[in-house]
């Protein structure tokens, strides 16, 4: 028997292009996926049959947080006052950043990294994240990368939230291969890679490619032996210098570059022409208390697909909270809400190569955000307050929101 559950309101903002708002209707689902969208006059609702009213309340889809380093142990607090001081991201990393959470990782349990990881989920879920990619890359080196990605692994099928995998080893330079980078990107090619892709532990492979860690031309090398071995490739591109990092992304075709505060128009446009979708991370902007956000209006200008994602790490974005990355959106970067919705509903599933998620369509799994507002511009418009009503994951209502609900009207 199969199971019928159906959702209504009068505002389902679907992130389908062909149809991207219904006014008053229902979605139906049967199991996990969305069978139609009706609208009220098509909807013939058997008796018995579970109906949600969430009439008076904005419906999306499930957001996807398209990068994340979810798995990792300990907190950089400390860094805060020598960020307070003014000191930069790399000045910070030559006395702390990566390599402390790479010392502390590598200390940790699978089990230790298992539960601190769960639990990250679990503030993501009150968030309305259906969907998260996670990177490795606070191992740099093999037992290590491998115990965090099988920790992802575990963790996906075991809660609610399924995610996707990226290896990025190619983060930082462990202290083992100091002043030697490229005989530690050989180490992977031939040592690591190989492994990973033996126990399908990663469909995606990523590069920090940024001053004091990895150059243009180590990146491409990089890429190109992942690439042959039949990943998909990301790059963290133009994050704080500007290096060619989207036109490499582009050349190689990557499925998204990340971060690209500081990308040139040229990479803009070459980005725009290979379809690469644009992973940009407002959070990180912020914590890292830079005025230069990305560029997102010339980014879209240029038709490029957008995603807007938390970056949660320990480093420079340590909060899972999408709704504020979405925020930041709309209040540093000046997008207009409808198409923040899409950069973490539409175009993060792009940016994650998915094609099940991300719109309310027929045929796409039933993950559902349900808001306390009722429209996209009242999302945005309590800043700091967690919106999430309801969470449905694959046709299950998963999140019950706890907050107490504003009276708007
Ligand atoms: O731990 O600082 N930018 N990787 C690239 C990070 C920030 C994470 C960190
Ligand atoms: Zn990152």
Redesign the pocket.
């Known amino acids: 028997m199969s199971n019928e559950l159906y959702i209504r309101s009068d505002r389902i903002f679907t992130a389908d292009p062909e149809k991207p708002v219904l006014f008053d209707g229902y979605i139906k689902i049967v199991d996990d996926k969305i069978d139609a969208l009706l609208t009220v006059n098509e909807a013939d609702i058997p008796d018995g049959v579970k109906v949600h009213d969430y009439t008076g309340h904005l419906v999306t889809p499930g957001f996807i947080d398209a990068h994340t ?1 979810l798995v990792h142990a300990g907190s ?1 607090h400390h860094e805060l006052g020598a960020k307070l001081r003014g000191e930069s ?1 790399l000045d910070i990393h030559e006395m702390s ?2 390599l402390y ?1 790479v010392r502390k990782t590598r200390d940790a349990s699978y089990e230790a990294l298992y539960e601190r990881s769960k639990a990250t989920l679990q503030r993501m879920l009150a968030c309305g994240v259906t969907t998260l990619e996670a990177k490795s890359g606070y191992g740099l080196d093999k037992e290590t990368e491998i115990r965090c990605l099988e920790v992802a692994r575990d963790l996906n099928g075991y809660q609610w939230i399924d995610i996707e995998s990226t290896f990025m080893g190619a ?1 930082a330079i462990p202290p083992e291969f100091e002043g030697r980078p490229d005989d530690y990107l050989d180490y992977l090619i031939k040592d690591v890679l190989p492994v990973i892709k033996r126990k399908r532990l990663a469909r995606f492979v990523d590069v ?1 490619c940024e001053d004091k860690f990895f150059t243009i031309e180590q990146s491409e090398r990089f890429l190109k032996a992942a690439k042959e071995m039949g990943f998909l490739l990301k790059i ?1 591109a133009d ?1 704080i210098t500007s290096s060619g990092g989207a036109e490499l992304a582009a050349k190689l075709g990557c499925v998204s570059a990340e971060h690209l505060m500081a990308v040139s128009d040229k990479g803009i446009k070459d980005m725009a022409k290979a379809g690469t979708v644009a992973c940009v991370l407002p959070n ?1 902007t912020y914590f890292l208390m830079e005025d230069t956000y990305a560029p997102v209006k010339k980014m879209l200008k240029e038709g490029v697909t957008l995603a807007i994602s938390t ?1 949660y ?4 974005s340590p909060t899972e909270n999408i709704q504020f990355a979405m925020a930041l959106a709309v209040f540093m970067m000046k997008m207009n809400p409808v198409d923040v919705l899409l950069a973490v509903t539409r175009g993060a599933a792009a940016a994650i190569d998915r094609h099940d998620i991300g719109q309310l369509k027929e045929g796409y799994l039933a993950d559902i955000f349900v808001s306390y507002s009722r429209d996209p511009d009242q999302l945005f418009y309590r800043p700091g307050s967690n919106q999430t009503k309801r969470v449905f994951k694959k046709g299950k209502m998963v999140y019950r929101g706890t907050a107490v609900p504003h009276i708007l009207h």
């Not at 790490?313 to 420079?316: A, K």
């Open positions: 380093h950089r991201y950043g990566i959470t983060h920090f963290h994050e990180t970056d790490n320990p480093g420079s």
